[in-house]
């Protein structure tokens, strides 16, 4: 897409310093679509660093076999140090992060944390594991997307500055839908539907045609409310459950395990 001046922001809100072994596979996912546009908006800075770039043998090895043997690769100390001081030798950073599978996981709230952060230093691995003293010395924070394990740190490293920089202002169309995300609200979200109303027979439901807005609303919010009371009941504990679908001036309360719509009415 092309960029005219007056959407180019002149200092980015953020600076995100991507240290790892592909980095092609990081560029890949970051410059296309919405992350794209926000870079070239000027949003978002992010900058890639190949690792081999900073080893120090002619064969440009950045790992190697561990002390009291075993299986598999570890990545060296020398490449890392040299690359994160660099980098660190000219701004300050927020935070250095390791991406890990034993991190801390990555969630909604910890995204709208490091949203708010300037300089972002993520650390992939991509082999057994990093040199522990990497992490003893250079890592702020380490963070997993997930319990599994991939082969390396670059697509969860992807993935952090994708939840990350949708957040910031300016790098989606509509301000109003990172907000409205799942995990914003405290609720999944609820069902989208656009043309035609009926496709082969399955039929867009009537309140949504029907151009209502309140109606609308306590539509969506009730199927918010179902979806995450089926699918994710954790995230309603110590929220207090209220049907969306009940009478507008007499709220009706639900009982843990039940769905609006098939709610009890409370008379306290
Ligand atoms: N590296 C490999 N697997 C990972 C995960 N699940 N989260 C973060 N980094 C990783």
Known sequence: MTTTNAMMNSTPLMRIDIVCA???VVEQVLSTSIIG????KGVVEILLHNLHDYATD???HIDDTPFGGGAGMILSCEPVFSCVERLQSERTYDDVIYMTPDGEQLTQPLANRLSMKHNLILLAGHYKGIDQRIRDVLVTR???IGDYVLTGGELPAAVLADAVVRLLPGAMG???SALNDSFQTGLLDYPHYTRPADFRGHVVPDVL???NHAEIERWREAEAYRK???RRPDMLEGRPVVDPLAAKN???RTKPGSVPGDTEVSHG
């Open 22 to 24: 592909v980095p092609q």
């Open 209 to 211: 045609q029907g151009g």
């Open 174 to 176: 509509d301000a109003e």
């Open 58 to 60: 002619r064969y440009r």
């Open 250 to 252: 007499k709220r009706k």
């Open 142 to 144: 380490e963070v997993s």
């Open 37 to 40: 546009r926000a870079r070239e």
């Open 228 to 230: 995450t009371l089926q």
